[in-house]
């Protein structure tokens, strides 16, 4: 059971030159998100700075009262809740080292941002039920191609039967790009990349709270399934995390 354990500690290495990432070699640095077709319809979200004034909570407040939620109304999500969850969680705040590294509203380690934020839009006011990709960038939504009539039952199947995920107005999926990570950290990248995707789900947890929204996350799922949903191939891009979003219910989940 604890041989898991030595990948929790970072190399021991007389100086970081001989882990000789693909940094040191002078290497192209990964694009900061995957590429898609320059044609490809993006559907705009409403700016941060509109969304701002939804927050119904102090901070010390949302921290506080933070909890897990995993009981949802059938109300829809608005567009400007959507948008303000995703700022909140890999908004970018500029572009730096010739526009090849990100600042944004979460930590990650040397900036690499390893993680693609996809949304399962089952009930989000003006956009169609499916799966999107977040352009970060951009700020804008990606929708993928698929029939996504059983969506909600595909993604509580994924969740080992959590039927609260397939019940939620939206779930975020975050996938790492670990190519990202290892550019600047090789072998030590396991870390970063699991601290950094706490880091974004946190922010998740206190925006959702900020608004009069619930969330409750999850690890509980079937690898092949999750990257089947997301057409990932789970080597160059795997699911890691996801994390249902609603309005939160008094009702008793059944």
Excluded at 41 to 59: G, M, Q, V, W, Y
Excluded at 75 to 100: C, H, M, N, Y
Aim: aromatic letters at 8%.
């Amino acid at each position: 059971m604890s041989n898991y354990r030595k990948y929790l500690r970072n190399q021991t290495l007389p100086g970081m030159s001989e882990m000789e990432t693909d940094m040191m070699k002078g290497l192209p640095i990964p694009p900061i998100e995957k590429p898609c077709p320059k044609d490809a319809e993006r559907i705009d979200l409403p700016a941060h700075e509109a969304c701002r004034s939804i927050s119904k909570t102090a901070l010390v407040d949302a921290i506080a009262e933070r909890e897990s939620r995993r009981t949802f109304s059938g109300e829809p999500l608005s567009l400007r809740e959507l948008a303000f969850l995703l700022w909140a969680t890999q908004g970018v705040r500029g572009l730096i080292r010739d526009g090849l590294v990100t600042l944004r509203n979460v930590p990650s380690g040397g900036g690499m941002h390893p993680f693609e934020t996809y949304v399962a839009a089952l009930r989000i006011e003006g956009l169609e039920p499916g799966l999107y990709r977040y352009l970060a960038i951009e700020h804008k939504l990606l929708r993928l191609p698929g029939a996504w009539d059983d969506l909600p039952h595909r993604l509580t199947a994924a969740s080992n039967g959590q039927r609260y995920v397939g019940k939620a107005a939206a779930v975020f999926v975050w996938a790492v790009r670990p190519c990202r990570t290892e550019y600047r950290y090789g072998d030590d990248s396991l870390k970063d990349i699991l601290i950094s995707v706490g880091h974004i789900c946190q922010n998740l947890y206190l925006a959702c709270e900020a608004i009069g929204l619930g969330t409750c996350a999850t690890v509980a799922y079937q690898q092949d399934l999750l990257d089947g949903i997301l057409g990932v191939d789970g080597h160059d891009e795997i699911p890691l995390y996801l994390a249902p979003v609603g309005h939160p219910s008094s009702e008793t989940e059944s």
